[in-house]
């Protein structure tokens, strides 16, 4: 098995990666799954992350939760009712 390796802790690593938009964690996954790039995890200064696309699949489905509840709270401030016997 290949892997990466930083100095970056985990946590330092996962505080890189929510500082990123969504479409720049997504274009990253896919460099990180093509296929000739052969690198299955990331050796960081306290820890090993596998698979290495793991952290960025995290942030990126907290950060569209997070879009959607905003989306929500955005139709409740305009007046739309969702879901009108809850």
């Not at 330092?12 to 990123?20: L, N």
């Amino acid at each position: 098995m290949a892997v990466d390796m930083t100095d970056e802790t985990i946590a330092q690593y996962m505080e890189r990666i929510e500082k990123m938009s969504m479409k720049e964690i997504q274009k990253e996954i896919e460099f990180l799954e093509t296929p000739g790039y052969n690198c299955e995890g990331l050796v960081c200064a306290d820890g090993v992350i596998t698979p290495r696309t793991k952290m960025h699949r995290k942030v990126l489905w907290y950060k569209r939760m997070n879009q959607k509840s905003l989306t929500a709270l955005q139709w409740a401030k305009e007046g739309y009712v969702v879901n009108p016997d809850a």
